[in-house]
């Protein structure tokens, strides 16, 4: 039997970056688990979903040397529930009992030699940029991805030369943002992004088939996805920004109408929220065919001529929360909304509309 103290509260903070990468419903059952190795004041956690592994490290006071593989989400749980307290760890060869002061809860271990290995490759590639501007662009690009969908599109494009760009698209909207810093020329594609994690600086070295990124304790091994980015075509969709009309208009407020007005698309099969644009008014309008309601906002914009858009709700309420405050807003010639902030920008395609 194997006991050691430690607290909650630190054990969550080293632990939360794996939530991104670890599969509760995973088909393989050692694959649902997070890998726990103590060894005297340090911590060190990895989580694997056979496509991305993600290792994190921190210092922390234990006292002992513990190494266990247990279910992530039974863990993770646990720990929310007993925020900020002392607790005792007792280990045996099949179970984790957790001791607090008012009780305790006992979890199985699954065998930690059966926990994959780590993928040993050769990554001579290197590059390297702020974590700041690296992780606020991954933070807006993942809303634009698809991840139920296998083709190229459906991946986040990091593309690294002189400079770094990175792009996404979920078919219907689409991302792009060119961010300070670079390295080696390659094409990334990776599906879906445990990468959001403070730090100074982001260092990459990859291959062409593997990606490994270090931002402040943590650590990702990435397989890359396969396919072509489309580029070219996508370029050509994002130049419309240039002659879009303007749309002057309060993006706070927007964001606050959106919300609101979208309070009755939650029970719609196919819900749609409509944007009606004149002059110097737009309209937010959503409508509930189940219960014969409706909900309209009016905001005073500057905008020359007249437009409608149809949008998804929960997309657009998604893609403006992760934009800044200060962002604006335009239209294009084929009626997608365009919304930049610095050299972030994000394209949104109209849903057709019934009359």
């Not at 103590?38 to 989580?47: E, L, P, T």
């Not at 993942?142 to 459906?154: E, G, I, R, W």
């Not at 964001?255 to 309209?283: F, H, Q, Y």
Request: one cysteine or more; hydrophobic letters at 40%; proline letters at 3%.
């Amino acid at each position: 039997m194997i006991k050691i103290k430690i607290n909650s509260k630190n054990l969550l903070r080293v632990l939360t970056p794996l939530q991104a990468v670890i599969n509760p419903g995973h088909l393989m059952p050692i694959l649902q688990c997070v890998k726990i190795d103590i060894d005297d004041g340090s911590i060190k956690v990895v989580g694997d979903n056979s496509e991305v592994r993600c290792e994190n490290t921190e210092n922390i006071s234990v006292d002992g040397e513990v190494n266990i593989c247990v279910e992530f989400s039974l863990l993770f749980t646990v720990l929310k529930s007993l925020k900020e307290q002392d607790l005792i760890f007792e280990i045996n060869n099949i179970e984790l009992k957790i001791t607090h002061k008012d009780g305790d809860f006992k979890i199985p271990l699954e065998a930690y030699d059966t926990f994959p290995a780590d993928k040993k490759e050769s990554l001579k590639k290197k590059a390297n940029f702020g974590s700041t501007d690296f992780k606020n662009a991954l933070k807006i690009a993942n809303k634009f991805v698809l991840n139920d969908d296998l083709s190229p599109t459906a991946n986040l494009s990091i593309q690294i030369g002189k400079k770094t760009i990175i792009r996404s698209t979920n078919q219907v909207s689409l991302f792009q943002e060119t961010i300070k810093g670079g390295g080696d020329e390659a094409h990334i594609l990776l599906g879906g992004s445990a990468l959001i994690q403070d730090g100074v600086e982001v260092k990459l070295k990859y291959n062409d088939s593997f990606v490994f990124f270090k931002i402040g304790s943590m650590k990702v091994m990435a397989v890359q996805q396969t396919g072509d980015f489309p580029v070219a075509a996508f370029q050509k969709i994002m130049t419309s920004f240039k002659v879009a009309k303007k749309m002057k208009v309060d993006y706070a407020k927007v964001l606050t109408a959106v919300k609101r007005v979208s309070s009755l698309s939650g029970k719609e099969k196919a819900p749609t929220m409509r944007w009606s644009v004149d002059d110097n008014s737009l309209t937010i309008t959503c409508k509930s065919l189940s219960t014969n309601s409706e909900v309209k906002e009016n905001l005073s914009v500057k905008f020359e001529g007249k437009s409608l858009i149809g949008f998804n709700p929960k997309l657009i309420i998604e893609i403006l929360n992760v934009f800044d405050l200060d962002s604006s807003f335009s239209i294009n010639k084929t009626n997608c909304l365009c919304i930049q902030s610095g050299k972030k920008l994000g394209l949104i395609a109209p849903m057709l509309l019934d009359n």
